[in-house]
């Protein structure tokens, strides 16, 4: 069933039966180029096995994915599931830690039909969403971090939950340039190593202030800052392969203002995922770090979310995941 958004409450929650709405889907089928609707046709067919049919909802507009997840946690739906590239489960998150305020009555799952899929590699998911849907009818549920940011937007302040990371610096000018570039989005999670080398050759420092939660500070000029709450982002990186959403911690990679030559060597081995090597590259784990410098957007799960000044911090173990077995 495909509902529309003017009758989602309806549609998901009767009060006078007193009956849990059931699960809902949220379909973006504009995820990697159309790819995401063309591999959702091919199979839903295996949601006729579930004792409660979801109800599929697409999302058409920016932000909607956001509006579909709270309605459906307010109804009363004890799973969402986010059919779409890390941007959907995204917007999905928003609404239900929006609803529900870090207490459990509405579980996420996620479905990858898009182009990085650095969540589904992040919770260990098989990348076949056939094995997926088969798996959640009776799947297990786990806890898992979320992160937080709280950040500049438009003269306003803003908060915005995360799951895989945030960068500052290269990597915003990255998800940017995958996000417009349809033939880009052509090559997958390579779209995105193609994406940072073009903008490295344009990468410059900014001076930017930093302090944890632990007292520990700086003033670093770097071209890059990774925070992970997960262990992928860019599609399949691992800046800091020691992340996990069960940690409690957010993982922090301060790269310097590094030399051509520099950068692309390290980005080389960040590429076959191991370890940076090299002094001007600053690791450290935290539970919050706040940032100032000048006017710098800030990405959150591929997204550009708003920019500096920012605290980024992590709820630990505060969403209910469903798991497929």
């Known amino acids: ?21 059931p699960p809902v889907l949220v379909l973006n089928p ?18 006729r096995s579930w004792r409660a049919t979801p109800t599929v909802i697409e999302t058409e507009y920016s932000g909607h994915g956001t509006e579909i997840a709270r309605s459906a946690a307010a109804a009363g739906s004890g799973l969402v599931i986010a059919a779409g590239g890390d941007g959907t489960a995204n917007e999905v998150v928003q609404g239900l830690m929006e609803v529900e305020a870090r207490t459990a009555s509405t579980a996420f799952a996620y479905l990858p039909l898009g182009t990085g899929c650095d969540l589904a590699r992040g919770l260990g998911l098989p990348l076949n969403p056939t094995k997926i849907l088969h798996g959640l009818r009776n799947g297990r549920d786990i806890w898992i971090d979320v992160g937080v940011a709280d950040i500049s937007a438009g003269g306003d302040k803003v908060r915005r939950y995360f799951l895989n990371g ?14 417009r570039s349809k033939w880009l989005q052509r090559f997958g999670k390579r779209a995105y190593t193609l994406a940072a080398l073009r903008e490295i050759f344009n990468a410059q420092p900014h001076q930017v ?28 990186m691992r800046p800091s392969p020691n992340a996990s ?4 911690e957010l993982h922090i990679v301060m790269i310097g203002a590094l030399s051509l030559k520099t950068i692309l060597g390290q980005f080389r081995r960040l590429q076959s995922q191991r370890p940076f090597d090299h002094p001007d590259i600053q690791s450290l784990v935290c539970r919050s770090i706040e940032l100032e410098g000048p006017i710098l957007d800030v990405e959150t799960d591929g997204e550009i979310a708003g920019g500096l000044p920012a605290k980024l911090s992590v709820y630990p173990a505060s969403l209910l995941v469903r798991m497929p077995i």
């Open 1 to 21: 069933m495909v509902a529309k958004n003017d009758s989602i409450g309806d549609k998901l929650s009767d009060p006078e039966k007193n009956v849990q709405a």
């Open 30 to 47: 504009a995820a990697a180029r159309g790819k995401a609707g063309r591999t959702w046709r091919r199979v839903r067919d295996e949601l």
């Open 166 to 179: 945030v960068t500052v610096g290269l990597g915003p000018a990255v998800a940017l340039r995958v996000n």
């Open 209 to 236: 202030s930093w302090r944890t939660d632990d007292g520990a500070s700086g003033d670093t000029r770097m071209l890059q800052l990774f925070v992970n709450n997960g262990p992928s982002i860019g599609g399949g």
């Open 245 to 248: 959403f069960s940690d409690g």
